[in-house]
């Protein structure tokens, strides 16, 4: 059974170019969270959806960034320009999300560089 | 909103000596915590978790014990191995409406042969 699957692993590129990052989520979760870890704010929620609606996207820096996810099996994290300190592993997580809570599945995660 | 709290940020022990991680929330509302490891370059994986109708869960060298009225959770493992060295997440929810987790700021164990 395939897990979370996350593309690209690693993206390099210049400050002020387009970054699109990619997540598949688990075949029937509902639940779908984009996550960024660095080593000074430690793992920070993003945005999640729910049946493929956003539910709060409060975590999401600025207006550089969005997300989108225009069916239950793929998501988008998009920043555009980015900067240097956008440099992070960004993680892509889900779940089903029924009564209670169920745990989340995280995938292999890219590694952006902003050079 | 909810606030986790995780300590210690580093913890050494010596292999088959026990560990303890001890996280605190905010939120009485929260009724379901999750222990997260992470390997070095790898993906938080679940190793545990508990919900507020028990007091504490076990699961081979690992325990998770709760303490609603003081509003904090611990990580217990024991007879530690080199493998257990990884950074460990805490976090919280509430359990009704949409799950949004609240992490803790990650202890890095390692566990020296």
């Known amino acids: 059974d395939a897990g979370v699957i996350q593309s690209p692993r690693h993206e390099v590129t210049e400050m002020g170019q387009e970054v699109t990052l990619r997540c598949k989520p688990i075949?029937?979760?509902?639940?779908l969270f984009w996550y960024r870890q660095t080593m000074m704010r430690g793992l920070e929620l993003l945005i999640y959806?729910?049946?493929?609606?956003?539910?709060?996207d409060s975590g999401m820096p600025e207006d550089r960034f969005s997300a989108k996810m225009p069916n239950a099996s793929f998501s988008t994290l998009k920043i555009q320009p980015s900067e240097p300190r956008d440099s992070a592993v960004y993680f892509c997580?889900?779940?089903?999300?029924?009564?209670?809570?169920?745990?989340?599945?995280f995938g292999d995660g890219t590694r952006l560089s902003i050079l | 909103g909810e606030n986790v709290e995780q300590h210690p940020s580093t913890l050494s022990v010596q292999e088959g000596d026990s560990a303890v991680i001890k996280c605190t929330y905010s939120?009485?509302?929260?009724?379901?915590f999750p222990w997260y490891k992470q390997e070095l370059g790898k993906r938080p994986q679940l190793i545990i978790d508990?919900?507020?109708?028990?007091g504490e869960k076990k699961d081979q060298r690992i325990a998770v014990t709760l303490n609603k009225t003081a509003k904090h959770f611990s990580l217990h493992i024991t007879e530690t191995q080199p493998e257990d060295s990884a950074v460990y997440f805490c976090?919280?929810?509430?359990?009704?409406?949409?799950?949004?987790?609240?992490f803790g700021t990650g202890t890095r164990l390692l566990v020296s042969p």
């Open positions: 997580a889900s779940t089903w999300d029924s009564q209670g809570n169920q745990p989340q599945h």
């Open positions: 075949s029937g979760h509902n639940s």
């Open positions: 959806f729910n049946n493929n609606v956003p539910i709060d």
């Open positions: 939120d009485s509302a929260s009724n379901y």
């Open positions: 508990i919900r507020s109708n028990v």
């Open positions: 976090a919280a929810s509430r359990d009704t409406g949409f799950q949004k987790l609240v």
